[in-house]
């Protein structure tokens, strides 16, 4: 059963790279003028084909937790974890970020309230980049969790 493990696992250290990326750049981002910033936004044009990966890894984890659940409870549980995880961060992304993306016409235009935006988007995607950090955590715990019956052996 280690081709699902691995399989979870690399999809949930894909979809940590885009949240990773917004995470370190956050520091050098935040404080840029409007024009600026604006400009650096539309380097993420086409991000939104990560929904790609991000739906795989919920399936991948999904199905991770379903094969191991007779076999290996522990590793279901922290699959499970993870599908939670992944979806909390899809939470925050619709609360937070994708309403800034929708308000500037994803940075292409400036309201009154950019900075407010500004600030929402960054840190909803720092919260993300934690709670998809913390799912490949739990991917990782299933991926590596051997039943107590092997423990004994």
């Known amino acids: 059963m280690m081709l699902p493990r691995m399989i979870a696992l690399a999809l949930t250290v894909f979809i940590l790279l885009p949240s990773g990326a917004h995470l370190l750049e956050l520091p050098g981002k935040i404080g840029l ?7 650096v936004q539309q380097i993420y044009a086409g991000w939104a084909l990560f929904s790609i990966p991000i739906a795989a890894a919920l399936v991948a984890n999904s199905a ?3 094969t191991e659940w007779r076999r290996d409870p522990g590793a279901a549980r922290a699959a499970l974890c993870s599908v939670g995880l992944i979806l909390l961060s899809l939470i925050v992304f619709f609360i937070w970020v994708l309403p800034a ?8 235009r400036i309201p009154d309230n950019w900075e407010t935006l500004r600030r929402q988007w960054e840190y909803g995607h720092l919260a993300s980049a934690i709670i998809v950090f913390g799912a490949l955590l739990a991917t990782a715990c299933a991926a ?3 039943p107590q019956a092997q423990l004994k052996s």
């Open 33 to 39: 003028d409007r024009d600026a910033y604006f400009t």
């Open 64 to 66: 991770l937790a379903l």
């Open 101 to 108: 993306n929708q308000a500037t016409a994803n940075w292409t």
């Open 144 to 146: 590596m969790h051997r």
